[in-house]
């Protein structure tokens, strides 16, 4: 086994890619911690990674005290340890009921949320891995508050976003078996952003990350 995969072995994860969202400028939609998330989303979940991937258009994200991090299609933004954060479209004022979101989630109804002020849209597939922290603890540590990964840049990621869409639409059309197969594969993509932003850390690194890119 490989040390990348060695590093991993002991990470139990729990996935659940829930939902696709198209939202047109101008929009904001604040989320907030994971712990607030937990009990509506993961009952019983020590926790969560919450993360988001652009499908087409654009964003921003930004956490508080931080600079703004322009999104573009095929972006991967995970936020390794739950916090809070803001995501943007387009200039002006239209907040999304982050409420009515959860509310959205909650009762399993997968289908494509569309809000947002009419202008350009983007479009997003949202979704989280629960995890025990105590297994997963000097991997969660070691890594930033926020993490971005760009999946259009080989085959192996073109076959993984066309498998996410795919999934996405079957199990908002309510297909057998559609909801186990997505949280299957919300692993394989926090395997694959793991190893995109591993492959990308400066030479300095120390650490397991270090190991694990060597």
């Known amino acids: 086994m490989d040390a990348f995969s060695e590093v991993l072995n002991d990470v139990r994860l729990k996935g659940a890619m829930f939902f696709r969202a198209e939202f047109s400028a101008p929009w904001q939609l604040s989320t907030p911690h994971c712990r607030v998330l937990a009990p509506t989303l993961a009952p019983g979940a020590p926790h969560m990674l919450i993360y988001h991937f652009v499908v087409d258009g654009s964003a921003r994200v930004s956490l508080e005290g931080e600079s703004d991090v322009e999104l573009s299609p095929g972006d991967i933004v995970l936020f390794p340890h739950g ?79 066309h498998s996410i869409l795919h999934l996405v639409e079957e199990a908002a059309s309510d297909s057998a078996g559609s909801d186990v197969r997505l949280a299957k594969l919300s692993e394989v993509l926090f395997v694959d952003t793991m190893r995109r932003y591993v492959t990308g850390l400066p030479d300095q690194t120390t650490g397991w990350r270090a190991g694990a890119r060597d």
């Open 83 to 161: 916090d809070p954060h803001c995501l943007s479209g387009g200039f002006g004022w239209n907040q999304i009921d982050s409420a009515a979101l959860l509310r959205k989630v909650a009762t399993r109804d997968l289908s494509p949320m569309r809000l947002g002020g009419g202008g350009a849209t983007t479009g997003f597939v949202c979704g989280y891995l629960t995890c025990d922290p105590l297994l997963c603890g000097p991997i969660l540590e070691s890594l930033p508050p926020m993490l971005k990964v760009n999946i259009r840049t080989d085959r192996s990621g073109q076959w993984l976003e």
